[in-house]
């Protein structure tokens, strides 16, 4: 295992999770500002969710780490799923559901203004919500989503901080037992040599498999 990789991956999406749990906490109260938060939360626990998957190796020597998450995996699949199909880009299939669920986007699409485009923002959130279904069944929910109806919008936001602090824990767990097994230089005693070698940086483009 790359433990630099992990603990650097572990160490991001914790501070993505705190940061933007804390600013929508404050409750901004831009519509807007509040959905780029929500999609930020969501983009953050669905780095979790691949977080998970390079570092597994590490339960057998802290199982405590995968206590911390077992219970809540699904949880953190379904906003990979939001991710995946509503927030790093937007499934056709998702734009012609949402069109289906809100009507009223017949209009709101030829308006322009921040108003039109969080509500159809919104709206994509709620689509991409309700087809994580299992057949009939919603795979998280009782009922669809419809932000908003407030007892619909505290049951998702309540949902979504319930994750986060359990991200924000897992990702601290994880980042500290990674940092066990790194064999970092003593920045204070190898300053020298580490400069030097950061000057003599050569960047090259990095491909998506590294």
Known sequence: MDF????????????????????????????GVRLIL???????CANVTDLELIC???????????????????NFE?????RNIAVGHVNPALSQKTLEWRPELNVVLTQPGAPAEAF????????????????????IFESDTDL????????????????????IAYCA??????????NLPNFNE????????AGATDFAFITRKG
């Open 4 to 31: 630099v990789h992990i603990a650097i991956s572990a160490r991001l999406a914790h501070g993505d999770l705190v940061a933007a749990d804390a600013a929508l906490e404050t409750d901004p109260s831009d519509d």
């Open 38 to 44: 929500v999609k930020q939360l969501l983009v953050s």
């Open 56 to 74: 597994r190796a590490l339960y057998k020597d802290h199982p405590a780490i995968s206590e911390i998450i077992t219970p809540h995996r699904r």
């Open 78 to 82: 379904f906003a990979k799923y939001i």
């Open 120 to 139: 159809l923002g919104y709206a994509v959130l709620e689509s991409a919500i309700n087809t994580f279904v299992d057949g009939e069944r919603h795979r």
């Open 148 to 167: 908003a109806y407030p007892p619909d919008l505290t049951r998702f936001l309540n949902f979504l901080g319930s994750t986060v602090h359990v991200g």
């Open 173 to 182: 767990a994880v980042a500290a037992a990674a940092l066990e097994h790194t």
């Open 190 to 197: 190898h300053w020298l040599e580490l400069s030097a070698k």
